[in-house]
Nanobody
Framework: QVQLAEVGGGSAQAGGSLRLSCAAS????????MAWFRQAPGKEREFVAA????????ASADSVKGRFTISRDNAKNTVTLQMNSLTPEDTAVYYC??????????????????WGQGTQVTVSS
C-alpha cells in the first residue's frame, strides 16, 4: 500500500517557475516507478514525466521537454517536478502516480496503481 501527497502547487506568471513535490508513504519507495500527470478543466489526464525507481531513467512529454525536470530522493521518499518557463497552457491539476514496476508505456495512466489527490497549478499570462 502506497499513499501519495502532492505539495507545492500555486500560482505563477508566464515565464516563472514552480516546484512540485510528492511525498510517499512506506519503506519501499525506491522500488516504485513514479510519474507526474496533469489535467486541465474539460480535458483528459495528460502525461508529464516519469522516473524509474532508482532514478536512472526518465521520460517526459514533448510539451514539457526542456522546461520540466523530474527527480527523486529515495532517502526522503519524495519525487519532484521542477517547472520552469511556465506558460498558461501548463495550468492544470497535477497528480503524482506510482507503479510497482516500470512499464513499457510510462505515459499511460493505466500503468500506475497509486495516485495522489492532486495540486492546482495556475499560470497567468
Amino acid at each position: 500500500q502506497v499513499q501519495l501527497a502532492e505539495v507545492g502547487g500555486g500560482s505563477a506568471q508566464a515565464g516563472g517557475s514552480l516546484r512540485l513535490s510528492c511525498a510517499a508513504s512506506g519503506r519501499t519507495f525506491g522500488n516504485y516507478a513514479m510519474a507526474w500527470f496533469r489535467q486541465a478543466p474539460g480535458k483528459e489526464r495528460e502525461f508529464v514525466a516519469a522516473i524509474t525507481g532508482g532514478g536512472g531513467t526518465t521520460a517526459s512529454a514533448d510539451s514539457v521537454k526542456g522546461r520540466f525536470t523530474i527527480s527523486r530522493d529515495n532517502a526522503k521518499n519524495t519525487v519532484t517536478l521542477q517547472m520552469n518557463s511556465l506558460t498558461p497552457e501548463d495550468t492544470a491539476v497535477y497528480y503524482c502516480a506510482a507503479a510497482r514496476s516500470w512499464s513499457s508505456r510510462p505515459g499511460l495512466t493505466s500503468s500506475y496503481e497509486y495516485w495522489g489527490q492532486g495540486t492546482q497549478v495556475t499560470v497567468s499570462s
